[in-house]
C-alpha cells in the first residue's frame, strides 16, 4: 500500500495562493497516476487535478482549471499543487491519492488515499 501525506494546506484570503504539497511513500513504482479530490462540508469528495506519474497528462476539474497547477518530482517521489486566484468555493479538505493503473481516465481508479489537509479561504 502506498502511503501519502499531505502539507500546505492553511488560511489564505481570497485572490490569494496556496500550495500543497502529497508525500509518497511504500511501493511508488506501482504508482500509475496522482490526483487532488476535495471535499467541502456537506458535499461529497469531488475530483480537482490528476497527473500521470510520466507527467505528460494532466487533467483538471472545469472549476480549478486555469488557477490550480499540479505537478510532480518524481525523485522525491512528490506531487504537488499550486492554487492561485483562491476563492471562497476553493475551500475544503484536499485529499492526495494515488492509482495503480490507466483507467482511461486521470479521474477514476483511486485506491490510496491520504488523511487530507484543510484549505479555509475568507472572503
Known amino acids: 500500500q502506498v502511503q501519502l501525506v499531505e502539507s500546505g494546506g492553511g488560511l489564505v484570503q481570497a485572490g490569494g495562493s496556496l500550495s500543497l504539497s502529497c508525500a509518497a511513500s511504500?511501493?511508488?513504482?506501482?504508482?500509475?497516476?496522482m490526483g487532488w479530490f476535495r471535499q467541502a462540508p456537506g458535499k461529497e469528495r469531488e475530483f480537482a487535478a490528476a497527473?500521470?506519474?510520466?507527467?505528460?497528462?494532466?487533467d483538471y476539474s472545469d472549476s480549478v482549471k486555469g488557477r490550480f497547477t499540479i505537478s510532480r518530482d518524481n525523485a522525491k517521489n512528490m506531487v504537488y499543487l499550486q492554487m492561485n486566484s483562491l476563492k471562497p468555493e476553493d475551500a475544503a479538505v484536499y485529499y492526495c491519492?494515488?492509482?495503480?493503473?490507466?483507467?482511461?481516465?486521470?479521474?477514476?481508479?483511486?485506491?490510496?488515499w491520504g488523511q487530507g489537509t484543510q484549505v479555509t479561504v475568507s472572503s
Open positions: 511504500g511501493p511508488t513504482f506501482s504508482i500509475y497516476a
Open positions: 497527473i500521470n506519474w510520466s507527467g505528460r497528462n494532466t
Open positions: 491519492a494515488a492509482s495503480r493503473r490507466d483507467w482511461g481516465s486521470l479521474r477514476i481508479g483511486y485506491i490510496d
